[in-house]
């Protein structure tokens, strides 16, 4: 079966899958090792054994092997501080009856405020249009602009100025929330 898709995370998975099926089924056991290559060189006769009195040398100590299986379980050790603590039951559900307020659309046409630095604020307007149709607060969803000028424009020869029209922005829909 050949799997294809295009998200790189998909095909790394499929990846370490077959890396890890050809681990599992060479059953543990290690390729055959030839001796090192001579390069011409000969041994020089018989080299002399050890004296009977001292010990054979032991093996040394065998290192950390950095291989996938070492890899993973370091992996699977830092696992616990990268993942997010798990909430009980209690939490999840206050989580999900904030999530799950009912909440209605409305209508209407409530201007934006200008805050301190100058950008309307439409969150003041949404709760504005929520409360007079019943509601306690709200969200924007959609909003309008519009350009409003003075009559001087109209004015044939003038020459406009920049304050004589100014753009108002209007909360048209709004979500409600009691």
């Known amino acids: 079966m050949m ?23 060479a059953g543990g056991t290690g390729w055959p090792q030839s001796a090192p290559p001579s390069l011409g060189l000969q041994e020089q006769g018989p080299q002399a054994a050890p004296p009977p009195s001292t010990p054979a040398p032991s093996a040394p100590a065998r290192e950390d ?13 830092k696992l616990p501080s990268i993942l997010p603590p798990i909430k009980s039951p209690s939490e999840t559900m206050n989580d999900l009856s904030r999530l799950a307020r009912p909440s209605t659309m409305v209508s209407g046409r409530m201007a934006c405020p200008i805050s301190s630095n100058g950008a309307p604020d439409c969150k003041q307007a949404a ?3 929520c409360q007079s149709k019943g509601y306690k607060e709200g969200k924007s969803l959609n909003a309008d602009s519009a350009e409003k000028c003075s009559a001087k424009v109209l004015i044939p ?21 009691n």
């Open 3 to 25: 799997v294809r898709s295009g998200n790189p995370a998909v095909r790394l998975g499929t990846l370490m899958s077959a890396v890890l099926l050809l681990l599992l089924a």
């Open 157 to 177: 020869g003038r020459q406009r100025k920049p304050d004589d029209c100014r753009t108002d922005t209007f909360v048209t829909n709004a979500l409600c929330q």
């Open 127 to 129: 709760d504005q249009l």
């Open 65 to 77: 092997n950095p291989g996938l299986f070492n890899e993973m379980g370091k992996l699977f050790d």
